[in-house]
Nanobody, 124 residues
Framework: QVQLVESGGGLVQAGGSLRLSCVDS????????LGWFRQAPGKEREFVAA????????YYADSVKGRFTISRDNAKNTLYLQMNSLKPDDTAVYYC?????????????????WGQGTQVTVSS
């Protein structure tokens, strides 16, 4: 059974950094596309970043491009999100998710497995 467990959230001042981690308990981790999404209070869940299971290609939402970096360590079954130059608008619950496909998507409905989420709060 696949379980995704996030960690690394917290409270940080604007301009600061955080690194989120997501451990996948499933097998053949390297074959699947993985993504990070976030959801702020009163808003829909939105795409943040994704990494391909085909060739490791990465994709980002325009709002985080140049500030966030998604990466995966297949040997550790772990997905990361390095977040730099954080802004108050980045405040949200962050979720990692896994597809049953090697190809990425920016749509939440395309991801089958989800973690429980980790809170990121950026103060101004």
């Amino acid at each position: 059974q696949v379980q995704l467990v996030e960690s690394g959230g917290g409270l940080v001042q604007a301009g600061g950094s955080l690194r989120l981690s997501c451990v996948d308990s499933g097998h053949t981790f390297s074959a699947y596309a993985l993504g990070w999404f976030r959801q702020a209070p009163g808003k829909e869940r939105e795409f943040v970043a994704a990494v391909s299971g085909v060739d490791g290609s990465t994709y980002y939402a325009d709002s985080v491009k140049g500030r966030f970096t998604i990466s995966r360590d297949n040997a550790k079954n772990t997905l990361y999100l390095q977040m730099n130059s954080l802004k108050p608008d980045d405040t949200a619950v962050y979720y990692c998710a896994r597809r049953d496909s090697s190809y990425t998507s920016n749509q939440p409905w395309a991801y089958y497995y989800w973690g429980q989420g980790t809170q990121v709060t950026v103060s101004s």
